[in-house]
């Protein structure tokens, strides 16, 4: 059995509310989905083969799905955790902070943390983009409990305080017409966003150039105002050379991951022949777009790849159809006109190791401290605000 260690032990004091320098919308945070997450909500012929909290030998809770198990290791639930407390052993439900998978406390970290609302990606057992259900062997199973997570999201997470939780959904991604059908089901009743692979082809998808396949699930989205969220690793970690640390390796590319999975978007020409098409790239940082923009405009002018291109050259539909989202990036925060105003968002990646919680205040006002007023409120709350039709608290700092 796993050695008892005491909550003092485990966990920093708990943190007292931040000031707050600017209004938060977080664009990338994550719910470590509880025990009851799929309790009551899959047809009755197959509850009983529903995704199930189990105990291991060594005093562990994993969760078991058609015969796996997936675990939560270390640095996906850390929030106030000691960081020499840190591991890649699965964490028991008690060894984590209750906000990553209860709504009550996690508002009440939100608060702490001067965050107004968060966009909140699944987590291990569903993947950061469904691709555990719908790459399920039992495909009837899979879309149950793809449709299941979603209403879990939207009674138990979303509907409690929807001022508070932009509300983003997964879908059968297996077979198109069941996609379409979840992501029209989830927008009618208010899901802004729908969180989709960065490389489908890595994960036993069609590639995005395989038009049966892909376009009536972009034009669903485009159909319904959907925004389309890709999350860095959610087609899982770049190949690594042998013996080399794969975790460290990874986290250390989550630019280079995002550079690849945004040019290859945009090629897909999904963005140029769809203009209201809305792509936010997550937890990719920003440091990487000014120099894809670049790249891109040499291209046509030197090679002439891109000319002719629709009505609008590869790098303007780049800057029409993305967002960008960034936790701070201190050292190309300024390459921001370049890209865009309007197109750089904020995300605080709670309850991740990369997450600024408690501090996200701080983090702003220490690097972005510097940056225009107006420009701050854009980045920080108004254009996740208008990206995600969501509202803003009555009073939206900075001011001035």
Request: hydrophobic share 40%; net charge negative; proline share 9%.
């Amino acid at each position: 059995m796993a050695q008892e260690v005491t909550e003092d032990e485990l966990f920093l004091p708990d943190p007292s509310p931040r000031q707050v320098f600017a209004s938060v919308i977080s664009v990338d945070d994550h719910v470590v989905e509880p025990p009851d997450t799929f309790e009551g909500r899959l047809p009755a012929n197959l509850a009983d083969r529903a995704p199930h909290i189990v105990e291991t030998p060594e005093g562990h809770q994993v969760w078991e799905f058609e015969g796996e198990r997936y675990t939560q290791v270390g640095m996906n639930a850390v929030a106030g955790r000691r960081p020499e407390t840190y591991s890649l052993e699965p964490f028991r439900f008690d060894q984590m902070r209750p906000g990553c998978y209860e709504i009550e406390a996690r508002v009440r970290d939100m608060d702490i943390n001067g965050v107004w609302a968060s966009v909140n990606f699944p987590s291990q057992i569903t993947g950061f983009c469904g691709r555990v259900f719908f790459n399920a062997s039992d495909g009837d199973l899979g879309l149950a409990c793809i449709r299941a997570w979603n209403d879990w999201l939207y009674e138990a997470w979303y509907q409690v305080h929807p001022e508070r939780i932009v509300p983003l959904g997964i879908t059968y991604l297996s077979d198109p017409a069941l996609a379409v059908a979840e992501i029209r089901r989830n927008a009618e009743r208010g899901f802004t966003s729908v969180t989709l692979p960065e490389r489908p082809h890595e994960i036993g998808l069609p590639s995005l150039w395989d038009r049966a396949h892909w376009d009536p699930i972009i034009e669903a989205i485009v159909d319904t105002d959907t925004v389309v969220s890709l999350h860095v690793g959610s087609s899982g970690m770049p190949k690594a050379p042998p013996g080399a640390p794969i975790l460290q390796l990874g986290a250390t590319l989550f630019g280079q991951q995002s550079l690849q999975a945004c040019a290859e978007w945009l090629w897909s020409e999904h963005p140029m022949r769809h203009p209201g098409l809305k792509i936010a790239m997550s937890e990719g940082g920003i440091g990487w777009v000014a120099m894809l923009l670049d790249r891109l405009d040499n291209m046509v002018e030197r090679s002439g790849y891109g000319r002719g291109w629709g009505d609008l050259p590869p790098a303007e539909v780049l800057k029409r159809n993305f967002w960008f989202c960034t936790l701070d990036d201190p050292s190309t925060i300024d390459t921001r006109h370049r890209i865009g105003i309007d197109h750089v968002m904020v995300e605080v990646d709670y309850p991740h190791g990369d997450s600024t919680w408690p501090d996200t205040q701080a983090v702003i006002e220490k690097y972005w401290g510097h940056i225009p007023p107006a420009e701050l409120r854009a980045m920080c709350s108004g254009n996740a605000a208008a990206l995600y039709r969501h509202p803003l608290p009555d009073r939206v700092l900075p001011e001035g």
